[in-house]
Protein backbone atom coordinates (compact mmCIF):
# COMPACT_ATOMS: atom_id res chain seq x y z
CA UNK A 1 0.00 0.00 0.00
CA UNK A 2 2.83 2.52 0.75
CA UNK A 3 4.35 1.53 -2.67
CA UNK A 4 1.51 2.34 -4.40
CA UNK A 5 0.72 5.49 -2.89
CA UNK A 6 4.70 6.61 -3.37
CA UNK A 7 4.46 5.33 -6.82
CA UNK A 8 1.56 7.64 -7.76
CA UNK A 9 2.77 10.62 -5.89
CA UNK A 10 6.80 10.70 -7.40
CA UNK A 11 6.17 8.00 -10.36
CA UNK A 12 6.04 3.73 -10.68
CA UNK A 13 9.59 4.03 -12.63
CA UNK A 14 11.30 5.32 -9.43
CA UNK A 15 10.00 1.80 -7.69
CA UNK A 16 13.66 0.39 -9.85
CA UNK A 17 15.31 2.42 -7.36
CA UNK A 18 14.20 0.77 -4.09
CA UNK A 19 13.93 -2.64 -5.41
CA UNK A 20 17.44 -2.56 -5.89
CA UNK A 21 18.66 -1.20 -2.73
CA UNK A 22 20.76 -3.60 -0.37
CA UNK A 23 17.81 -3.18 2.39
CA UNK A 24 14.92 -4.61 -0.05
CA UNK A 25 16.54 -7.01 -1.10
CA UNK A 26 18.33 -8.41 1.91
CA UNK A 27 14.90 -8.17 3.75
CA UNK A 28 12.72 -10.22 1.24
CA UNK A 29 15.66 -12.30 1.05
CA UNK A 30 15.67 -13.35 4.98
CA UNK A 31 12.00 -13.29 5.00
CA UNK A 32 11.76 -15.89 1.85
CA UNK A 33 14.46 -17.90 3.33
CA UNK A 34 12.76 -18.50 6.96
CA UNK A 35 9.35 -19.61 5.69
CA UNK A 36 11.27 -21.70 3.16
CA UNK A 37 13.37 -23.92 5.80
CA UNK A 38 10.70 -23.50 8.30
CA UNK A 39 8.70 -25.73 5.45
CA UNK A 40 11.04 -28.35 4.67
CA UNK A 41 12.20 -28.82 8.32
CA UNK A 42 8.46 -29.11 8.54
CA UNK A 43 8.69 -31.78 5.93
CA UNK A 44 11.55 -33.78 7.57
CA UNK A 45 10.21 -34.04 10.43
CA UNK A 46 7.36 -35.80 9.15
CA UNK A 47 8.99 -38.70 7.50
CA UNK A 48 11.07 -39.10 11.16
CA UNK A 49 7.65 -39.04 13.23
CA UNK A 50 7.78 -41.89 15.94
CA UNK A 51 11.58 -42.10 15.74
CA UNK A 52 14.03 -40.76 18.50
CA UNK A 53 15.91 -37.75 16.70
CA UNK A 54 17.67 -34.99 18.49
CA UNK A 55 16.34 -31.59 16.78
CA UNK A 56 18.22 -29.70 18.74
CA UNK A 57 20.49 -27.52 16.20
CA UNK A 58 17.47 -27.63 13.39
CA UNK A 59 14.71 -26.05 15.60
CA UNK A 60 17.50 -23.59 17.08
CA UNK A 61 18.71 -22.33 14.03
CA UNK A 62 14.71 -21.82 12.81
CA UNK A 63 14.52 -20.14 15.73
CA UNK A 64 17.07 -17.89 14.94
CA UNK A 65 16.03 -17.51 11.53
CA UNK A 66 12.80 -16.23 12.91
CA UNK A 67 14.41 -13.79 15.34
CA UNK A 68 16.59 -12.18 12.13
CA UNK A 69 13.12 -11.87 9.87
CA UNK A 70 11.61 -9.88 13.20
CA UNK A 71 14.70 -7.97 13.11
CA UNK A 72 14.65 -7.23 9.83
CA UNK A 73 11.20 -6.58 9.70
CA UNK A 74 11.68 -3.50 12.02
CA UNK A 75 14.49 -2.20 9.54
CA UNK A 76 12.37 -2.71 6.92
CA UNK A 77 9.85 -0.92 8.31
CA UNK A 78 12.15 2.08 8.81
CA UNK A 79 13.54 1.49 5.79
CA UNK A 80 10.32 1.78 3.46
CA UNK A 81 9.29 4.99 5.53
CA UNK A 82 12.64 6.73 4.93
CA UNK A 83 12.84 5.48 1.24
CA UNK A 84 9.41 7.01 -0.04
CA UNK A 85 9.89 10.36 0.97
CA UNK A 86 10.24 12.74 -1.49
CA UNK A 87 13.87 13.63 -0.53
CA UNK A 88 15.59 10.89 0.08
CA UNK A 89 13.89 9.57 -3.40
CA UNK A 90 15.17 12.87 -4.99
CA UNK A 91 18.75 12.30 -3.46
CA UNK A 92 19.19 8.93 -4.61
CA UNK A 93 18.05 9.91 -8.63
CA UNK A 94 20.99 12.63 -8.17
CA UNK A 95 23.38 10.27 -6.83
CA UNK A 96 22.81 7.81 -9.76
CA UNK A 97 22.65 11.06 -12.20
CA UNK A 98 26.39 12.24 -10.91
CA UNK A 99 27.38 8.50 -11.41
CA UNK A 100 26.64 8.15 -14.80
CA UNK A 101 27.97 11.55 -15.58
CA UNK A 102 31.38 10.92 -14.11
CA UNK A 103 30.86 7.35 -16.33
CA UNK A 104 30.21 8.93 -19.60
CA UNK A 105 31.51 12.03 -19.40
CA UNK A 106 34.72 11.74 -17.68
CA UNK A 107 36.71 14.06 -19.31
CA UNK A 108 37.17 18.15 -18.10
CA UNK A 109 36.40 20.57 -20.42
CA UNK A 110 39.38 22.38 -22.54
CA UNK A 111 38.45 25.14 -25.19
CA UNK A 112 41.01 27.16 -27.45
CA UNK A 113 41.14 30.75 -28.32
CA UNK A 114 37.58 30.53 -30.04
CA UNK A 115 35.68 28.56 -27.74
CA UNK A 116 35.75 25.23 -29.49
CA UNK A 117 36.80 22.09 -27.92
CA UNK A 118 40.27 20.85 -28.53
CA UNK A 119 39.84 16.87 -27.70
CA UNK A 120 36.25 16.53 -29.88
CA UNK A 121 36.38 15.42 -33.51
CA UNK A 122 33.07 16.96 -35.66
CA UNK A 123 31.53 14.54 -37.23
CA UNK A 124 31.83 14.80 -41.08
CA UNK A 125 29.85 16.18 -43.60
CA UNK A 126 29.53 13.97 -46.77
CA UNK A 127 29.47 15.65 -49.67
CA UNK A 128 26.63 14.99 -52.33
CA UNK A 129 28.84 12.31 -54.24
CA UNK A 130 29.32 10.48 -51.20
CA UNK A 131 25.62 11.26 -50.11
CA UNK A 132 24.35 9.38 -53.62
CA UNK A 133 26.41 6.33 -52.16
CA UNK A 134 24.78 6.24 -48.57
CA UNK A 135 23.21 2.53 -47.80
CA UNK A 136 20.68 2.50 -45.07
CA UNK A 137 20.07 0.10 -42.01
CA UNK A 138 16.86 -0.55 -41.07
CA UNK A 139 16.16 -1.50 -37.45
CA UNK A 140 14.74 -5.31 -37.10
CA UNK A 141 12.73 -5.13 -33.62
CA UNK A 142 10.83 -2.15 -31.79
CA UNK A 143 12.48 -1.27 -28.18
CA UNK A 144 14.66 1.36 -26.55
CA UNK A 145 17.70 1.63 -27.18
CA UNK A 146 20.09 0.86 -24.18
CA UNK A 147 23.72 0.77 -25.12
CA UNK A 148 25.72 0.70 -28.38
CA UNK A 149 28.83 -1.79 -28.86
CA UNK A 150 31.15 0.29 -30.71
CA UNK A 151 34.08 -2.07 -31.16
CA UNK A 152 31.92 -5.11 -32.87
CA UNK A 153 30.89 -1.86 -34.97
CA UNK A 154 34.56 -0.68 -35.38
CA UNK A 155 34.85 -4.68 -36.25
CA UNK A 156 32.60 -4.43 -38.75
CA UNK A 157 33.00 -1.27 -41.05
CA UNK A 158 36.99 -2.48 -40.99
CA UNK A 159 36.17 -5.61 -42.41
CA UNK A 160 34.20 -3.90 -44.85
CA UNK A 161 36.11 -0.80 -45.80
CA UNK A 162 33.73 1.56 -45.02
CA UNK A 163 32.10 3.83 -42.51
CA UNK A 164 29.10 3.51 -40.23
CA UNK A 165 26.93 6.50 -38.42
CA UNK A 166 24.38 5.71 -36.28
CA UNK A 167 21.07 8.16 -36.34
CA UNK A 168 20.20 7.34 -33.07
CA UNK A 169 21.83 7.31 -29.06
CA UNK A 170 20.82 5.32 -26.06
CA UNK A 171 17.54 6.25 -25.08
CA UNK A 172 15.89 6.46 -28.62
CA UNK A 173 13.15 4.17 -28.83
CA UNK A 174 13.22 2.43 -32.50
CA UNK A 175 10.76 1.10 -34.58
CA UNK A 176 10.93 -2.17 -36.85
CA UNK A 177 12.59 -0.82 -40.11
CA UNK A 178 12.90 2.76 -39.59
CA UNK A 179 16.48 3.82 -40.43
CA UNK A 180 19.02 3.63 -38.35
CA UNK A 181 22.32 3.81 -39.48
CA UNK A 182 24.16 4.94 -42.84
CA UNK A 183 26.98 2.93 -44.04
CA UNK A 184 29.25 4.78 -47.11
CA UNK A 185 31.01 3.88 -49.61
CA UNK A 186 27.90 1.91 -50.66
CA UNK A 187 27.08 -1.37 -49.00
CA UNK A 188 24.55 -3.92 -50.48
CA UNK A 189 21.76 -3.42 -47.67
CA UNK A 190 21.70 -7.01 -47.36
CA UNK A 191 20.02 -8.93 -44.16
CA UNK A 192 23.08 -10.34 -42.55
CA UNK A 193 24.48 -7.22 -42.97
CA UNK A 194 20.90 -5.23 -41.00
CA UNK A 195 21.56 -8.31 -38.48
CA UNK A 196 25.31 -7.51 -37.86
CA UNK A 197 24.62 -3.64 -37.47
CA UNK A 198 21.44 -4.87 -35.01
CA UNK A 199 23.85 -7.14 -33.32
CA UNK A 200 25.93 -4.21 -31.67
CA UNK A 201 22.70 -2.72 -30.56
CA UNK A 202 21.06 -4.01 -27.62
CA UNK A 203 17.01 -3.38 -26.97
CA UNK A 204 15.42 -3.46 -24.33
CA UNK A 205 11.54 -2.80 -23.19
CA UNK A 206 12.52 0.27 -21.59
CA UNK A 207 15.80 2.92 -20.80
CA UNK A 208 18.34 1.94 -18.83
CA UNK A 209 21.04 4.52 -17.03
CA UNK A 210 24.06 2.30 -18.32
CA UNK A 211 24.83 4.53 -21.47
CA UNK A 212 21.29 6.94 -21.30
CA UNK A 213 22.65 10.42 -18.90
CA UNK A 214 18.86 11.55 -19.98
CA UNK A 215 17.33 8.71 -17.79
CA UNK A 216 17.89 10.15 -14.65
CA UNK A 217 17.60 13.60 -15.69
CA UNK A 218 13.58 12.60 -16.71
CA UNK A 219 13.63 10.69 -13.38
CA UNK A 220 13.92 14.02 -11.71
CA UNK A 221 11.59 15.79 -14.18
CA UNK A 222 9.23 12.92 -13.41
CA UNK A 223 9.31 13.67 -10.33
CA UNK A 224 9.11 17.51 -10.45
CA UNK A 225 5.98 17.33 -12.86
CA UNK A 226 3.97 15.09 -10.28
CA UNK A 227 4.32 17.88 -7.61
CA UNK A 228 3.63 20.28 -10.25
CA UNK A 229 -0.22 18.29 -10.76
CA UNK A 230 -3.57 20.21 -9.55
CA UNK A 231 -3.65 16.84 -7.19
CA UNK A 232 -0.73 17.06 -5.55
CA UNK A 233 0.16 20.87 -5.59
CA UNK A 234 3.83 20.64 -4.08
CA UNK A 235 6.19 23.89 -5.31
CA UNK A 236 8.70 22.43 -2.69
CA UNK A 237 9.59 19.09 -4.44
CA UNK A 238 9.50 20.63 -7.68
CA UNK A 239 11.97 23.36 -6.87
CA UNK A 240 14.45 20.26 -4.89
CA UNK A 241 13.98 18.82 -8.40
CA UNK A 242 15.19 21.86 -10.35
CA UNK A 243 17.95 22.44 -7.62
CA UNK A 244 19.40 18.78 -8.43
CA UNK A 245 18.77 19.34 -11.86
CA UNK A 246 20.93 22.57 -12.16
CA UNK A 247 23.85 21.06 -9.68
CA UNK A 248 24.34 18.01 -12.70
CA UNK A 249 24.28 20.72 -15.47
CA UNK A 250 26.61 22.99 -13.58
CA UNK A 251 29.09 19.41 -14.07
CA UNK A 252 28.21 18.87 -17.44
CA UNK A 253 28.83 22.24 -18.72
CA UNK A 254 32.05 21.74 -17.59
CA UNK A 255 33.07 18.54 -19.12
CA UNK A 256 34.24 17.57 -22.33
CA UNK A 257 31.37 15.61 -24.78
CA UNK A 258 33.11 12.26 -25.82
CA UNK A 259 33.94 12.36 -29.53
CA UNK A 260 31.75 10.73 -31.24
CA UNK A 261 34.22 9.86 -34.11
CA UNK A 262 35.76 5.87 -33.68
CA UNK A 263 38.91 5.02 -35.79
CA UNK A 264 40.66 1.66 -36.78
CA UNK A 265 44.39 1.25 -35.49
CA UNK A 266 45.36 2.84 -39.21
CA UNK A 267 43.88 5.90 -38.03
CA UNK A 268 40.53 5.26 -40.96
CA UNK A 269 37.37 7.23 -39.59
CA UNK A 270 34.89 3.79 -39.18
CA UNK A 271 32.07 4.61 -36.53
CA UNK A 272 30.31 8.27 -35.94
CA UNK A 273 28.10 8.01 -33.03
CA UNK A 274 25.08 10.32 -32.73
CA UNK A 275 26.55 12.22 -29.62
CA UNK A 276 23.97 13.72 -26.80
CA UNK A 277 24.92 17.64 -26.03
CA UNK A 278 24.80 19.96 -23.38
CA UNK A 279 22.32 21.77 -25.22
CA UNK A 280 19.80 18.47 -25.64
CA UNK A 281 20.20 17.58 -21.84
CA UNK A 282 19.04 21.00 -20.82
CA UNK A 283 16.26 21.03 -23.28
CA UNK A 284 15.45 17.43 -21.62
CA UNK A 285 15.64 19.01 -18.04
CA UNK A 286 13.81 22.36 -18.30
CA UNK A 287 11.82 21.97 -21.37
CA UNK A 288 8.54 19.80 -19.66
CA UNK A 289 8.71 21.49 -16.21
CA UNK A 290 8.98 24.78 -17.78
CA UNK A 291 5.32 23.52 -19.48
CA UNK A 292 3.90 22.65 -16.91
CA UNK A 293 5.40 25.03 -14.16
CA UNK A 294 5.30 28.30 -16.00
CA UNK A 295 2.40 29.46 -13.31
CA UNK A 296 4.30 28.77 -10.64
CA UNK A 297 6.65 32.04 -9.85
CA UNK A 298 8.43 29.79 -6.93
CA UNK A 299 8.87 26.91 -9.54
CA UNK A 300 10.28 29.63 -12.21
CA UNK A 301 12.44 31.91 -10.05
CA UNK A 302 14.53 28.84 -8.81
CA UNK A 303 14.81 27.99 -12.47
CA UNK A 304 15.82 31.28 -13.59
CA UNK A 305 18.35 31.57 -10.32
CA UNK A 306 19.49 27.68 -11.87
CA UNK A 307 20.13 29.27 -14.69
CA UNK A 308 22.37 31.78 -14.17
CA UNK A 309 24.04 29.59 -12.06
CA UNK A 310 24.82 27.24 -15.15
CA UNK A 311 25.40 30.83 -17.20
CA UNK A 312 28.34 31.46 -14.64
CA UNK A 313 30.22 28.14 -15.62
CA UNK A 314 29.33 27.44 -19.15
CA UNK A 315 32.03 28.16 -21.64
CA UNK A 316 30.95 27.01 -24.69
CA UNK A 317 28.94 29.31 -27.28
CA UNK A 318 26.39 26.32 -28.19
CA UNK A 319 25.67 25.85 -24.01
CA UNK A 320 25.23 29.76 -23.26
CA UNK A 321 22.99 30.45 -26.42
CA UNK A 322 21.23 27.46 -24.97
CA UNK A 323 21.03 28.89 -21.24
CA UNK A 324 19.79 32.31 -22.68
CA UNK A 325 17.48 30.59 -24.87
CA UNK A 326 15.57 28.43 -21.95
CA UNK A 327 15.77 31.66 -19.61
CA UNK A 328 13.96 34.07 -22.13
CA UNK A 329 11.34 30.92 -22.81
CA UNK A 330 10.86 31.05 -19.06
CA UNK A 331 10.30 34.09 -18.37
CA UNK A 332 8.01 34.97 -21.28
CA UNK A 333 5.88 32.20 -20.34
CA UNK A 334 5.45 32.89 -16.58
CA UNK A 335 4.96 37.25 -17.51
CA UNK A 336 2.49 35.99 -19.50
CA UNK A 337 0.22 34.08 -16.89
CA UNK A 338 1.09 36.52 -13.86
CA UNK A 339 -0.39 39.57 -13.23
CA UNK A 340 0.58 40.42 -9.71
CA UNK A 341 3.17 43.33 -9.74
CA UNK A 342 5.68 41.93 -7.42
CA UNK A 343 5.84 38.45 -8.89
CA UNK A 344 6.69 39.77 -12.34
CA UNK A 345 9.56 42.12 -10.86
CA UNK A 346 11.24 38.79 -9.05
CA UNK A 347 10.96 37.00 -12.84
CA UNK A 348 11.97 39.90 -14.61
CA UNK A 349 15.18 40.20 -12.37
CA UNK A 350 15.73 36.82 -12.36
CA UNK A 351 16.03 36.60 -15.88
CA UNK A 352 17.93 40.25 -16.25
CA UNK A 353 20.41 38.22 -14.20
CA UNK A 354 20.82 35.28 -16.62
CA UNK A 355 21.37 37.83 -19.82
CA UNK A 356 24.14 40.05 -17.60
CA UNK A 357 26.03 37.08 -16.89
CA UNK A 358 25.53 35.46 -20.39
CA UNK A 359 26.57 38.94 -21.91
CA UNK A 360 30.00 38.47 -20.02
CA UNK A 361 32.87 36.57 -20.75
CA UNK A 362 33.35 32.95 -20.47
CA UNK A 363 34.81 32.49 -16.62
CA UNK A 364 37.76 30.50 -18.08
CA UNK A 365 40.54 31.91 -20.64
CA UNK A 366 42.72 29.50 -23.22
CA UNK A 367 44.67 26.86 -22.00
CA UNK A 368 42.63 26.79 -18.82
CA UNK A 369 41.02 23.27 -17.27
CA UNK A 370 38.40 23.22 -15.47
CA UNK A 371 37.39 20.32 -13.55
Not at 166 to 180: D, T, W
Not at 199 to 227: C, K, M, W
Amino acid sequence: VVLSLASSQLGPRLLRNFMRAPSTQMGLGIFTSTFLYCLLLLTWLQTVAGESVTLRISLSLAVVLALASLLMLVHYIHHVSIYIQAETVIQAVSDELGEVIDRLFPDPLDLDADGESTAKEEPPVLPPRVLAQVSLIAALDDGYLQAVNVPKLVDLAQRMNATVALFCHPGHYLVSNAPIAQIWPCQEATPELAATVNGALVLGSRPTPEQDVEFSIRQLVEVALRALSPGINDPYTAVACVDRLTSALSVLARREVPDPCYRDQEGRLRVVLNPVTFPDILDAAFNQIRQYGYSSVAVTVRVLEGLATLAGVARRDADRSAIGHHAEMMASACLAAIDEAHDRAAVEARHETVKDLLGEAPPASKGVVVK
